[in-house]
């Protein structure tokens, strides 16, 4: 299985700021590489496909780039509604694989 | 407006069959364009795919599951279900069903339902 690390797993952030995730793929995924956002008690929901991919209806500050093995996820000017957790999902190989979810917290 | 929404008991006794109903609305599940999936989210762990079906009758099962997994779907009911044989502890988690695109992301999701394996 393709292991999905990512980091931090955990960061303190304000509103305002900006804010860089990293997903590391154990090996070449190209550009098949998938962000959610979890809210507590609300399913996750696709903000970017395909590495970069922005979803229709996500914001802007939202962006995702990398390809290969390492990915970021960038929120340009963090708002109220995004302290959430954030996860990546390899889409290159079956079984797909999730990275342990980064924790958004204020 | 595409919905899922999971149904089934929320409490399961160790060496049972866990069974979960997906019940999809505002999209046909005979739709060519999508793969029915389950995933699940351990407390403090992240999410696991489990498996997807397919209406031409394809599935696909994580490996370290396939052994006691079955997916199905019923088509005239526009429903998918997912049965886990033999659960222990370690299968209590959330599990959602999702719809996954053909390129393998998973763009709607039911809300979830927690089931916990327990005697």
């Known amino acids: 299985d393709i292991q999905m690390t990512q980091s931090p797993s955990s960061l303190s952030a304000s509103v305002g700021d900006r804010v860089t995730i990293t997903c590391r793929a154990s090996?070449?995924?190209?550009?098949?590489l998938n962000w959610y956002q979890q809210k507590p008690g609300i399913p996750p929901k696709l903000l970017i496909s395909?590495?970069?991919g922005l979803q229709s209806g996500v914001p802007s500050r939202f962006s995702g780039g990398g390809s290969g093995t390492d990915f970021t996820l960038t929120i340009s000017s963090l708002q109220p509604e995004d302290f959430a957790t954030f996860s990546c999902?390899?889409?290159?190989?079956?079984?797909?694989?999730f990275g342990q979810g980064t924790k958004v917290e204020l | 407006q595409v919905q899922l929404q999971e149904s089934g008991p929320g409490l399961v006794k160790p060496s049972e069959t866990l069974s979960l109903i997906c019940t999809v609305s505002?999209?046909?599940?005979?739709?060519?364009?999508?793969?029915w999936t389950w995933i699940r989210h351990h407390p403090g762990k992240g999410l696991e795919w489990i498996g997807y079906?397919?209406?031409?009758?394809?599935?696909n099962y994580n490996p370290s599951l396939k052994s006691r997994v079955t997916l199905s779907i019923d088509m005239s009911k526009n429903q998918f279900s997912l049965d886990l044989n033999f659960v222990t502890a370690a299968d209590t988690a959330t599990y959602y069903c999702?719809?996954?695109?053909?390129?393998?992301?998973?763009?709607?999701w039911g809300q979830g339902t927690l089931v916990t394996v327990s005697s």
């Open positions: 999902q390899q889409s290159h190989t079956s079984p797909w694989t």
């Open positions: 395909a590495a970069s």
């Open positions: 079906t397919h209406y031409s009758g394809s599935t």
């Open positions: 505002g999209v046909s599940i005979s739709s060519g364009s999508y793969y």
């Open positions: 999702a719809r996954a695109r053909l390129q393998n992301d998973f763009d709607r």
């Open positions: 090996q070449n995924i190209a550009f098949h």
